[in-house]
């Protein structure tokens, strides 16, 4: 076995055979982990620790990066999907529960890993940071399994709203917490920071931008689909859009998933049957084949020798973040009297975690190098408490992004089955 590893490290497999070999297997691995009453994205995960760096390392981190393009296509549709899921009348009949389950679910994580961690730490710059990721979901978790089992009712509606918008929320909570977090560092050096008014507002204006590109994109979009009839061409059309949108807020740093979400909201709430059902149509077709690519992709980044580290901070980041998503999502429910099953089983419905999550803790370690005062020197180089907390925070949330991306569908079709919302052949 080792023989066949070292060999298979060390092949230069062109890449688009190997697409094409992962989407063959991924659709088989996807078909037979339902033998396990486990929904198939946990199969595509499966497959890509396989070609991962865990085992085969055909996906390295070099292809990886030659691929990075392919998750964003993927989460790209898939906020469209959700925003046209997304009709006035529909949110208008779920109400301001909605509202009061996203508030409650993101600040309930954020609350909860904060207390946990300030307890085991004492120290109130890691106790922010993390707390600011917790929030943060993974959609296309959620989504994909819904779609996978052609979930229908209120909790469903509900997933898709609350998965859509947290988004929004989770962007403006990390905002502030890495301004907060920014500022701390400085004072431990003697500085002061003259523009944290300014960094408090980089989210907000993030939000709003997104929201007003999307709204410009479905505009014209909506004026150029109307004149076609095929629903190929209709296809072809917001294709090219996605991609263009995904293009500009990655230029733009804007969210890519509330841009394209806001998109699709767009375009179900103004346009006719006749053009909605043909998008929607084509997108059942696609969405599969994005998932079996983004979730074997997702899989070969989870790097299974990163468990152990988890340690005691990783340990309570996963309670304090699932009891805190849990807890909240049925306190908003209660306060915005939802009906019974959407309070006691939509917290189960958004605990995935991934790709969002990695990358903010990127961004902290990036944010922070440097930053804070000096606490040792190693090989001539000095390590602040900047770069500490930076190495620390990604270390562990890749570790705990593991554990959710596994868990997270699985309570998601858990809730989905309690609440009577889907039928398994």
Not at 127 to 134: D, T, Y
Not at 365 to 376: D, S, Y
Request: proline residues 2%; contains cysteine; charged residues 15%.
């Amino acid at each position: 076995m080792e023989r066949l590893i070292d060999y298979l490290d060390g092949l230069e497999m062109p890449i688009l055979l190997l697409i094409g070999l992962t989407v063959i297997f991924g659709f088989y691995f996807g078909r037979n982990i339902k033998y396990l009453k486990l929904p198939s994205i946990i199969g595509y995960m499966v497959l890509g620790v396989i070609l991962g760096p865990s085992f085969l390392n055909l996906f390295n981190d070099g292809i990886q990066d030659q691929l990075a393009f392919i998750p964003d296509i993927a989460l790209g549709f898939v906020a469209l999907s959700i925003g046209m899921e997304l009709k006035l009348s529909t949110l208008r009949k779920l109400g301001k529960s909605i509202i009061y389950i996203i508030l409650f679910e993101s600040f309930g994580a954020f609350l909860l890993v904060f207390i946990g961690i300030f307890l085991v730490t004492h120290d109130i710059l890691l106790s922010i940071v993390f707390a600011a990721i917790a929030p943060a979901s993974a959609p296309a978790g959620t989504v994909a399994v819904i779609r996978e089992y052609k979930a229908k009712g209120n909790l469903t509606k509900a997933l898709y709203a609350v998965v859509g918008f947290d988004d929004g929320l989770g962007i403006i909570i990390f905002g502030f917490a890495l301004a907060i977090s920014k500022d701390i560092l400085l004072h431990q050096t003697g500085e002061a920071s003259h523009n944290i008014w300014l960094t408090l507002f980089y989210p907000f204006k993030e939000i709003i931008l997104s929201f007003l590109l999307g709204g410009i994109i479905a505009t014209i979009f909506s004026l150029l689909a109307r004149k076609l009839k095929n629903a190929g061409d209709v296809f072809i059309l917001i294709f090219g859009f996605v991609l263009g949108t995904i293009g500009l807020c990655r230029s733009l740093h804007l969210s890519l998933i509330l841009t394209n979400m806001i998109i699709g909201m767009v375009i179900i709430n103004t346009q006719q049957t006749s053009l909605t059902s043909k998008i929607e149509e084509r997108l059942s077709f696609i969405l599969p084949l994005l998932f079996i690519l983004f979730f074997t992709l997702a899989g070969a980044n989870l790097h299974i020798g990163a468990l152990p580290s988890l340690g005691l901070i990783g340990v309570v980041y996963v309670l304090g973040r699932t009891c805190g998503l849990i807890g909240g999502a049925r306190l908003g429910a209660i306060i915005g009297k939802s009906e019974d099953k959407i309070r006691k089983y939509l917290g189960l419905g958004i605990l995935s975690q991934a790709g969002v999550a990695i990358g903010l803790s990127l961004m902290v370690k990036q944010e922070f190098k440097g930053m804070g005062k000096i606490i040792e020197t190693v090989n001539g180089v000095n390590i602040t408490t900047g770069d500490k907390v930076g190495a620390l925070v990604i270390t562990i949330v890749t570790a705990t992004c593991i554990l959710f991306e596994i868990i997270g569908p699985i309570t998601t079709k858990i809730a989905l089955k309690k609440a009577g919302e889907i039928k398994e052949n």
